[in-house]
């Protein structure tokens, strides 16, 4: 059972657009939502992270919406580039800085044509 | 300052042998866990080693286990490979109990023939 579920599967925007990574879960116990990015042929690698104690966080032009009501967050990209070309995964977890384990939704592959 | 480094970077292997992946972690970090990625998927959580001991477990079967030396570093092994074994293998390593932040290697790309 996916605990972690994500969408859309793939997504093509403009440079200079926004695109917006949906991400949803049931598993209330889960208290750190982090994104990670993955180029081909690389590990995923940390963008930003959020807690279920604020609605919203921004790290330079990407920004993550929590709606903890929903059991659902999303990210969003501004002014995105072709450098964002990636695959985009949400995570969640529960006690992480103890047990360290993450949920990862399918991903989302990401297109910013220039 | 290293990242998590990983070896071999690919391998090839036929169904029923074994293989053993390895990884050193992120200096400074004691905690190593290992994900399975299949083509298209999001990572799956095999297992984590700390102090040495398997501290928690995926939904894999006993074919895949694990190591931790005293030097943190860990080894994955695989027996009986099955072609569904096929996928990126990803380390990746944190500090128990610090700041919320797990560091991944570029991964083990293993196929089965």
């Known amino acids: 059972q996916q605990q972690v579920k994500q969408s859309p599967q793939s997504l093509i925007v403009q440079k200079g657009g926004i695109p917006i990574i949906n991400c949803a879960y049931e598993?209330?116990?889960?208290?750190?939502f982090p994104w990670y990015q993955q180029f081909p042929g690389k590990g995923p690698a940390l963008l930003i992270a959020?807690?279920?104690?604020?609605s919203e966080k921004k790290e330079g032009r990407f920004t993550i919406s929590f709606n903890k009501s929903a059991k659902q967050f999303s990210l969003h990209i501004m002014d995105s580039q072709p450098g964002d070309s990636a695959t985009y995964f949400c995570a969640a977890s529960k006690e992480f800085s103890t047990l360290g384990r993450l949920y990862f939704g399918r991903g989302t592959q990401l297109t910013v044509w220039p | 300052d290293a990242g998590v480094t990983q070896s071999p970077t690919h391998l090839i292997k036929t169904r029923g042998q074994q293989v053993t992946l390895r990884c050193s972690p992120k200096s400074g970090h004691d905690t190593v866990s290992w994900y399975q990625q299949a083509l298209g998927q999001g990572p799956q959580f095999i297992f984590q080693y700390y102090e040495e001991e398997e501290r928690q477990r995926g939904n894999f079967p006993d074919r895949f286990s694990g190591h931790q030396f005293p030097n943190y570093s860990s080894e994955l092994n695989v027996n009986a490979l099955l072609l569904g074994d096929s996928a990126l293998y990803l380390c990746?390593?944190?500090?128990?109990?610090?700041?919320?932040?797990?560091?991944f290697g570029s991964g083990t790309q293993l196929s089965v023939l």
């Open positions: 598993n209330t116990a889960f208290d750190y």
């Open positions: 990746a390593s944190s500090l128990q109990g610090a700041e919320e932040k797990l560091f």
């Open positions: 959020i807690r279920p104690d604020v």
